[in-house]
């Protein structure tokens, strides 16, 4: 299966003149895309191109109404999920799709599991998982329960069940969303090896920088129709996003740093003293101020996400007071504190974010509408231009209020979900990787919007495991290591390397207090 | 999408009605006697009012992603509070109200059980679907205890051209979608049904919708309740809505609601209730064996809901279709 040889020069995957249709919408076009043994090829695209649709016609999750799919010269049709998997080809969805409330090992052996006399013999099915997971440098719990873990990991766990079986395709729909970068490189590192085997890789990103670092060959969609197939070599950055945009990439001077037109008020709108919870994240103080963006930077599995559960009251402290607009909260869950004009979204889109089977618009008031009250629905007309605004602001597609939130490409509910926050205009505003699976000019978009909304006195707090944006947008920075607020930089203090000497220059001192 | 679902329900009730016509001619027959609508068609409404009435309540449980089988006992309880009350001397009216605030008692519990401790609805609700019938035997002291009050025999039995109990199952029902779908309501019980976690960080309150929902189940099965013993005038703690919530929770099902919760149809209920009583009746007038009838019952109801999987849609159409698949379907597929 690894032999090159005996496919030669000839595609492994050939897909030819696929057509997707959901409801009559075409969401694919005659699109042509064929994979070789021993290539990285990133599939790249704005959100909405049609990447995961493509990926799902190639598996068998969607069936195509037009084209044909060659895998090693034949010709052939899955029609169930398992078949891909079967006939060598594994896949790592973009949305995390696995067992919650199974273990690790349950998660990553699901089907393949180890059987002495006829039982699974868990012992063994625990040492196979560890052994998987080391060879992409996750060392957890094999026998913890997969929702007791950050996305990241849950996303690194997905990978590895992608590597049970000795696949001659690895399809890989936005594998990196939420890693940091030693993570990133540790995939990295086991997609060469398996490329070098000979595996074929597809990679879906919207970073650049890895695309550029792992991609072999490069194939762009544009609005479910093929741009066309490039060699990173021939292709640089600029020409790359105009592809994909179909346009000069005009929109894509970054938000430069702005904290210097940005004076923050003195009021601080969030005080945390002494906040802590057992097992999640050692007590903390922070202040965060009006007009004020504050990152937070650390490794995976630091507190990011834990610290910013406590302030939103989606977990409960069990020590620390925590004050907004000086009134401590007795938090008794989301409620109070979204009383109090904090807002909280959430990292797990899929679990803690979008109500798949409701429409676009009902996902965009749902927090609106909970503050309100069941009596007091939102006017119609006043929900239709909200809707309307945010669909045009954060470049929503499709631009269809009652499209139902499931049918959405990943990024473009990403940026429902931002909008169903915006739209309560908080006080406070606590982004939990907001950019994840938002293509470049989303990106930027977004990033923008952040900076206006604190010119308007919102006070934010921005997470993301992509150091160069929290340093961008940040007037602050809070960095947190082992679930310990660790450093706060500010001013012109911040950068990518200081926020990353932060974190390391800790680390050290922690290894050394290990030694 | 639930318009196109309710298709086949339609078909199986129109075949029924036909069925029915075939074997007794005289079924869509209407005749008006002393003021009151008489005919087989009009049996059918007042004999499923009761179930009609627990499917509404059934159908938001359902769409919180819970499910009440309490509901049977719950309604036995109601029957057995009233007559036992009107069989000691008391005034119908009290009998009612006494019967409801108790039914309110039990759903609270069922809610306190689902929402604050997080029970499994099904385990939850089982607690009083056997506890419950066991606590009417105790109030009727194991017997079955008759009544002749005019009053109370009103709600089951009484007409107003059309038989009262249908027109209160359907005033609920009116109500209840008026509720739900003029205020937010609705999109709120989805929403938590779709996705609870969601829903709460987002500022719903979840546990007090979920809990609502559940008394909410256990008064319309109260009344239900009530419906049942006034038309017969008599207390069967053993037997009366006795499956009850079987014919409710089928009658959700087929009217396109989802077991998985989140999106309901209150409309597809309606459908979903005739379809049952229909079907129950049908069974006594085309004289299928005594029994086989819960086995014709259960190929009739599995026809039904298998015509409305969106696979089996898509296969017995063959693939001139292009592949829309509802987005539950495809988590599936994608699984
Ligand atoms: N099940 C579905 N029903 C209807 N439309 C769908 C469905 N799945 C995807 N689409 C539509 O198809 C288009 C392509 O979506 P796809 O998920 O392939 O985008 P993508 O390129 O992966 O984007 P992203 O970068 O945001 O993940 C979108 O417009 C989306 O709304
Ligand atoms: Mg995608």
């Known amino acids: 299966m690894t032999d090159s040889s005996a496919t030669g020069d000839n595609p492994v995957v050939d897909m030819r003149g696929i057509t997707v249709e959901f409801s009559g919408v075409k969401a694919l076009a005659d699109v042509d895309f064929r994979l070789f043994p021993g290539e990285v090829h990133a599939l790249m695209g704005e959100n909405g191109a049609g990447k995961s649709t493509l990926i799902k016609a190639l598996t068998g999750v969607h069936r195509p109404t037009a084209g044909t799919i060659l895998l090693k010269d034949e010709p052939v049709e899955f029609t169930a999920p398992g078949q891909a998997r079967n006939a060598g080809i594994s896949t790592v969805y973009q949305e995390v799709n696995l067992c919650p409330n199974l273990s690790v090992a349950e998660n990553i052996l699901l089907g393949h599991e180890p059987r002495r006399l006829g039982a699974i013999d868990g012992r063994a099915m625990r040492a196979r998982a560890t052994e998987l997971m080391a060879r992409i440098g996750l060392s957890i719990d094999p026998a913890s329960v997969l929702s007791s873990h950050s996305i990241a990991v849950q996303q690194l766990v997905a990978i590895t069940r992608a590597l049970v079986v000795d696949a001659c395709v690895l399809v890989l729909d936005e594998p990196t969303s939420s890693l940091d970068s030693d993570e990133v490189e540790e995939l990295f590192r086991i997609v060469r090896v398996l490329r070098d085997e000979g595996v074929a890789i597809l990679f879906v990103s919207h970073f650049l920088d890895q695309v550029y670092e792992i991609a072999d060959r490069m194939t762009v969609l544009r609005n479910g129709t093929l741009v066309g197939e490039y060699l990173p070599e021939n292709l640089d950055r600029m020409a790359l996003v105009s592809a994909m945009l179909g346009r000069e990439a005009g929109i894509l001077d970054e938000v430069e740093r702005r904290s210097e037109e940005r004076a923050p008020g003195s009021a601080p709108v969030l005080v945390a003293q002494g906040l802590g919870r057992t097992g999640a994240i050692e007590p903390f103080d922070l202040e965060i101020h009006e007009g004020e963006v504050v990152g937070l930077a650390g490794l995976l599995g630091s507190g990011r996400t834990e610290l910013a559960r406590l302030l939103s009251g989606a977990d409960r402290a069990d020590t620390g007071t925590l004050m907004v607009d000086g009134e401590t909260i007795r938090s008794r869950g989301p409620r109070s504190l979204i009383a109090k004009g904090v807002a909280f979204c959430s990292e797990d889109r899929k679990a803690e974010g979008v109500v798949e089977d409701l429409s676009v618009r009902a996902n965009l008031i749902l927090a609106t509408q909970a503050a309100r009250g069941w009596a007091r629905p939102v006017a119609r007309r006043t929900a239709e231009a909200m809707v309307a605004e945010y669909i045009e602001r954060l470049d929503i597609r499709p631009a269809d209020p009652d499209a139902l939130m499931g049918n959405l490409s990943g990024g473009n509910q990403q940026k429902v979900l931002l909008a169903r926050w915006l739209v309560t205009r908080p006080r406070l505003l606590i982004l939990d990787e907001p950019t994840r699976g938002i293509d470049v000019g989303a990106k930027a978009q977004i990033q923008k919007v952040v900076a206006e909304l604190a010119a308007e006195g919102m006070a934010v707090l921005f997470i993301s495991a992509e150091l160069e944006e929290v340093v961008r947008v940040s007037d602050r920075v809070v960095v947190l290591r082992d679930r310990h607020k660790v450093a706060e930089l500010s001013g012109a203090g911040i950068s990518v390397n200081s926020v990353m000497s932060a974190i390391a220059e800790n680390a050290h001192n922690g290894v050394a207090v290990a030694s | ?335």
């Open chain 2, 1 to 335: 999408m639930i318009r196109g679902r309710l298709l086949w329900p339609l078909i199986a009730l129109a075949g029924l009605i036909v069925l029915n016509v075939v074997f007794t001619p005289s079924f869509l027959e209407l005749r008006i006697q002393d003021g009151h609508l008489y005919g087989s068609l009009v049996d059918i409404l007042r004999n499923g009012a009761p179930t009609l009435l627990i499917a509404v309540g059934m159908t938001l449980v359902i769409a919180t992603r819970g499910i009440d089988l309490s509901v049977g006992a719950v309604a036995a309880i109601a029957g057995a509070i009233g007559c036992t009350w009107i069989a000691d001397g008391g005034d119908a009216p009290t009998a009612v109200l006494l019967a409801l605030s108790v039914c309110i008692l039990l759903g609270l519990w069922n809610g306190f059980l689902v929402s604050v401790l997080g029970i499994q609805p099904i385990i939850a609700t089982l607690v009083l679907m056997t506890a419950g019938r066991g606590g009417a035997m105790l109030l009727t002291e194991g017997q079955i205890v008759t009544i002749s009050n005019p009053t109370y025999r009103q709600i089951g039995a009484g007409f107003v051209i059309l038989p009262i109990a249908i027109l209160i199952s359907l005033a609920v029902l009116l109500a209840v979608a008026l509720l739900t779908r003029r205020t937010a309501l609705g999109m709120l019980i989805e929403a938590v049904g779709v996705n609870p976690e969601a829903s709460r960080l987002a500022g719903v309150r979840s546990r007090t919708i979920t809990w609502t929902v559940y008394v909410f189940a256990a008064l319309c099965a109260g009344v239900a309740g009530l419906m049942i013993s006034s038309n017969v005038s008599a207390a069967d703690a053993n037997n009366a809505g006795l499956w009850i919530e079987m014919d409710a929770i089928l009658a959700v099902v087929i009217g396109g609601t989802s077991l998985a919760g989140g999106r309901y149809s209150l409309t597809g209920t309606l459908v979903g209730a005739l379809v049952i009583q229909t079907l129950t009746t049908t069974v006594y007038t085309i004289g299928v064996p005594t029994n086989i009838t819960l086995l014709f019952k259960a190929v009739v109801v599995i026809t039904v809901c298998l015509l409305q999987s969106p696979r089996v849609a898509r296969a017995v159409s063959g693939r001139r279709k292009s592949p829309t698949l509802a987005p539950r379907s495809q988590k599936v597929a994608a699984g």
